[in-house]
């Protein structure tokens, strides 16, 4: 499917990304899901996967609350930039070592509708015109929408097949 360039697209894209995601967690035996990853990665299990998504929606839904509430706020928070947040994924994934995997499937869950709603409450001009709002620069807001469900349960689930391949459930 292309880059959504539609409310209705983004909307359509992300939640069948979520759902393919969700999809692929039942489809797996609970010894996987709770499973390391048999590869390298920064993200050490399913889990690790699951609370990266729930903090980028949180970035997503904080940014966009405070700034159309008249409250200036950059998407990532200080003191990280688009060169330097790797290193906040790193301790994003730190903070939730001691979030059970059922925990975090229900904050992605929650924070998934979340984003849905909020993304629901903009026009089409307001999430695909350049230069609608100041605080996205010279990106459009959909462009982040994007950024943070559909293309990143893609990744999400290019993570999960890899794992589930690795542990043998394919």
Not at 14 to 37: H, I, R, S, T, V
Not at 85 to 102: C, I, S, W
Request: glycine share 4%.
């Amino acid at each position: 499917m292309p880059r959504p360039a539609t409310k209705d697209d983004l909307l359509t894209a992300a939640n069948m990304g979520f759902a393919k995601l969700q999809g692929q967690l039942d489809a797996m035996p609970p010894a996987a899901l709770e499973a390391e990853f048999a590869f390298d990665d920064r993200d050490r299990n399913v889990r690790d996967v699951l609370v990266h998504l729930y903090e980028w929606h949180r970035l997503l839904l904080e940014w966009i609350k405070s700034n159309t509430a008249g409250r200036p706020q950059p998407f990532l928070p200080a003191p990280y930039n688009w060169k330097t947040y790797g290193q906040m994924n790193v301790e994003l994934r730190a903070k939730h070592q001691d979030t059970p995997l059922a925990a975090a499937r229900t904050l992605v869950t929650e924070s998934h509708a979340e984003v849905m709603r909020i993304i629901a409450g903009f026009s089409n001009e307001d999430l695909f015109t350049k230069r609608r709002f100041t605080w996205t620069g010279t990106s459009t807001l959909g462009s982040y929408c994007v950024s943070v469900t559909s293309s990143h349960y893609d990744w999400a689930l290019k993570k999960i097949k890899r794992h589930r391949s690795t542990a043998g459930h394919p």
